[in-house]
């Protein structure tokens, strides 16, 4: 998820409308329908009107802007002598919300426009949002206006403030002294410089990725055990088969099944390559800018700078935290890689033979069937997409107590473009909008996320913006009467994101700083890792995982315990290379780095296996322009995900039990950043959080 922090934050009225019941008949079937609902409720839902050229994108922003800065020069003038908490730390959220909402549109059109000229006006306009952005951070006019209330309030001459007030105006002015406003003029200007310059350089990357597209050919023979739909999938008159190592459900399919050493190197080696030549330079030169902007800013280096506000607090802590564990799993880490060596070394004849990169998923894919009886390939006949999606939002809608109408979205960026509206099944409120991008294609983004478009606030005039976001997701397509399956995998990613998507609707947060999943980055991901519990109940998926052939053969029990001793067998590896990640980009960002590439590949060799040679896995890492000196949040987000499931299994229906999935949705989807995320998961657990848990999943 993309976020673009506006040095604004909050805004002016706090009433709420949960409380209206809708009186009509019956639900409307199109979106005019549901728009008409929610302004009789004192709710706005509403679609962006979506540039169409190069020149409306330039001119929306233009006009954006323009009316901000208008409005932020009147900020500025206002009298010192009737500063209040409405008119200095809550205004500026609702100045600077309509610039964070075309921010949102274009970084979502220039990962999803099909047309390359548009993807670049749209790269072009994020480029310029940013540059406001660090200037409006800078203007000393405004600091001064939020001085004059920081003064009052410390002498206490106003009110005392409470809640996501007290919260806003503390983080405000944290957030001020994070830039360095205290700090000479000279310094100042070389910061917003610096930044201006990182913003910059983190764009190019980004579009670099997205547009990179590295295919290579191969035989049939050459790709012997994947799947018969991906070898018709990738068939081309000349008689070679392309596979897409930039597209992940092509590359993990050679990955997992193809039985060819040679072909999983190269593939594994071309992925790990893309972007290398131009992304490499330039993730070296970002890792020089933040670590200048952090020496100026007094900070000790770039992780200590990005990790204060976090649940975290310090470099240190976090660095404990992914050594520690690490260290913690090297025996069960070491006794997965001994029984893969002993399937490797009775596969190609050779004791000796060890486990490399492009290795180690298939000869766990090989373990699960032999061992465990567990198939992935074969498993995706139970996973018809369409029917996943039915069943994922059956438990969201259950458990909430929400109910989702698709409608026509009206103009789509892609033809086969979803659109659902979200309410909650027994008052009838509208709670907001999704779309689902769900195939991959060329110029797209080329993951799974999910995109705010519009965010949630309260507005001036008391009435609540609903939000709308957007799945972009790259799932494998159906081929001929084969409809789009999905492996196991793919069904937590789906019901991961899905819960992004949930947290960002569900918000009842006053302030656009602290609606939907706007909280700290090493929480942001527990409330969605959690739902990927839900993808093993074999309750949940008793209701959609069916035979697409024959939907008589339900996903049978005894394969669902099979599955869940696999994934035991395997933790060690995956945690291992998740904090093989994790640790990479804590050390990237520790300073003195001048070549993060080799950083990056010494770690994942010191903590997983050797990368291959020559390549540069940092220059095709997309977290390290959104998640740098965060991606340790992932870890961390899974103990407390563990934590918050128990909740689940211990309630009377389980993973489906409404009263406890409601005390969520009241206690942590709703909230959002209005309150700190310790406190959140608190209220929802009713006791102090551990994890017991999350050490009982990984077996130690």
């Known amino acids: 998820m993309r976020s673009m922090r506006l ?11 949960s409380q209206f019941h809708w009186g009509g008949n019956q639900t409307p079937t199109d979106f005019v329908g549901f728009q008409a609902q ?76 099909q047309d390359a000229t548009m993807r670049a006006a749209c790269t072009e306009a994020v ?7 660090v200037a409006v951070s800078y203007r000393v006019d ?14 206490e001459t106003v009110g005392k403030l409470s809640g996501e007030d007290l919260k806003l105006y503390e983080e405000t002015m944290r957030d001020y002294r994070r830039d360095g406003m205290s700090l000479s003029e000279e310094v100042r200007g070389k910061v917003a410089e610096l930044k201006n310059e990182l913003n910059r350089l983190s764009t190019e990357f980004d579009t670099n990725i997205t547009d990179a597209q590295v295919v290579l050919r191969f035989t049939k023979e050459e790709l012997t055990g994947v799947s018969e739909d991906f070898l018709v999938a990738s068939l081309q008159e000349s008689g070679d088969h392309h596979v897409r190592a930039t597209t992940t459900p092509d590359y993990m399919m050679v990955m997992q099944n193809c039985s060819m050493g040679a072909t999983r190197k190269a593939l594994n080696a071309a992925r790990y390559s893309t972007c290398k030549e131009n992304n490499g330079p330039i993730l070296n030169q970002m890792v020089g800018v933040r670590n200048e902007i952090a020496d100026l800013l007094g900070y000790g280096s770039w992780a200590d700078y990005k990790i204060e506000p976090k649940m975290a607090q310090t470099a240190a802590a976090a660095n404990s935290f992914g050594e520690d564990l690490a260290a913690r799993l090297q025996p069960k880490f070491d006794a997965e890689v001994s029984v893969l060596q002993k399937y490797k070394a009775e596969d ?45 939002f059956d438990v969201y809608e259950h458990i909430f107590n929400l109910e989702f109408t698709a409608v026509d979205p009206g103009y789509r960026w892609v033809d086969d473009l979803r659109l659902h509206v979200v309410t909650d099944a027994s008052t ?86 602290y609606a939907g999943a706007n909280v700290e980055r090493d929480f942001v991901e527990a409330p969605s890792q959690m739902f990927e519990a839900w993808a ?26 099979a599955m869940e001793k696999a994934k035991a067998a395997t933790t060690g590896i995956f945690y291992r290379r998740q904090l093989a990640l994790a640790l990479s980009d804590l050390r990237i960002h520790a300073g003195g780095v001048t070549d993060a590439g080799e950083v990056c590949n010494q770690t994942n060799t010191e903590l997983l296996f050797a990368v291959p040679e020559k390549s540069n896995f940092a220059a095709y890492w997309g977290h390290l322009t959104g998640y740098d000196a965060g991606y340790y949040g992932y870890a961390w987000a899974d103990s407390i995900a563990a934590d918050l499931a128990t909740v689940f299994e211990n309630a009377p229906q389980g993973f489906l039990d409404q009263e406890v999935g409601m005390r969520l949705r009241r206690e942590i989807y709703q909230v959002g950043g209005s309150r700190k995320g310790g406190e959140s998961v608190r209220a929802f657990l009713g006791r102090p959080p551990t994890n017991a848990a999350f050490v009982k999943n990984l077996g130690l």
């Open 142 to 155: 405004l600091y001064e206006v939020c001085q004059v209330f920081d003064q009052m309030y410390r002498a």
């Open 38 to 113: 929610a302004q009789a409720q004192g709710l706005i839902l509403e679609l962006p009107e979506y540039e169409q050229t190069a020149e409306e994108v330039a001119l929306s922003v233009t006009q954006v802007l323009a009316e901000a800065d208008k409005e932020l020069d009147a900020y500025a003038a206002q009298s010192m002598n009737a500063v209040n908490f409405e008119s200095s730390i809550a205004a500026l959220d609702h100045i600077t919300y309509p610039v964070s909402v075309v921010t949102s549109r274009m970084w979502l059109m220039k990962e999803t426009q």
């Open 348 to 392: 190609v004849g050779d004791p000796s033979a060890k486990i490399n990169w492009w290795d180690f998923r298939y000869y766990q894919n090989q373990m699960m069937k032999e061992e465990f009886g567990v198939d992935s390939d074969a498993l995706r006949h139970y996973f018809p997409l369409e029917k996943v999606l039915v069943g994922m």
């Open 7 to 17: 040095y604004a934050v909050p805004l002016l009225l706090l009433a709420c409308c």
């Open 536 to 561: 093993w109940d074999p309750t949940v998926l008793s209701n959609f995982a069916k035979d697409w052939r024959d939907e008589s053969k339900v996903l049978p029990m005894e394969t669902i315990v």
């Open 428 to 513: 009838g409120k509208v709670m907001g909008a999704f779309y689902l991008d769900l195939f991959p294609r060329e110029g797209k983004y080329n993951h799974f996320a999910q995109f705010d478009i519009i965010g949630g606030k309260r507005l001036a005039d008391g009435r609540y913006q609903r939000p709308v976001v957007s799945l972009v997701c790259n799932f494998t397509p159906g081929v001929g009467d084969q409809p789009a399956l999905m492996n196991h995998g793919e069904v937590e990613t789906i019901f991961h994101e899905f819960g992004h998507a949930m947290h960002s609707i569900l918000t009842e947060a006053s302030y656009a700083r």
């Open 127 to 133: 480029q310029r949002l940013s540059e406001w952005a």
